[in-house]
C-alpha cells in the first residue's frame, strides 16, 4: 500500500507548491527545482541575499554597540 493509495479516491495526485507562489508543482520538480518557474527562483534568491544582509547589518549594529559600552565602562572607571 502506498502512502498516496488515499488519494486515488479524490482524484488528487501527488504534488507540492512553490514556496513563492504556492502554485502546484509536480512532485519530482521542475527545471527550476522546487519552484513553478525561473521568476519565483530568482525571486527567493534575490529574498534570501536581502535577509543575510539584513542580519549581517543587525548583528554588526549589536557588535559595535557592545564595543562602545565596553569602552565606555573602561573610561567611566578612570
Known amino acids: 500500500m502506498s502512502k498516496y493509495d488515499k488519494y486515488k479516491d479524490n482524484n488528487i495526485f501527488p504534488h507540492?507548491?512553490?514556496?513563492?507562489?504556492?502554485?502546484?508543482v509536480p512532485e519530482d520538480g521542475t527545471e527550476f527545482g522546487e519552484y513553478c518557474s525561473a521568476e519565483c527562483a530568482e525571486t527567493k534568491k534575490i529574498e534570501k541575499k536581502s535577509k543575510r544582509k539584513r542580519?549581517?547589518?543587525m548583528f554588526?549594529?549589536?557588535?559595535?554597540?557592545?564595543?562602545?559600552?565596553?569602552v565606555m565602562m573602561i573610561l567611566s572607571n578612570k
Open 16 to 24: 507540492k507548491h512553490c514556496p513563492v507562489c504556492f502554485n502546484i
Open 60 to 70: 554588526s549594529s549589536y557588535g559595535i554597540m557592545i564595543v562602545i559600552f565596553v
Open 55 to 57: 542580519y549581517i547589518i
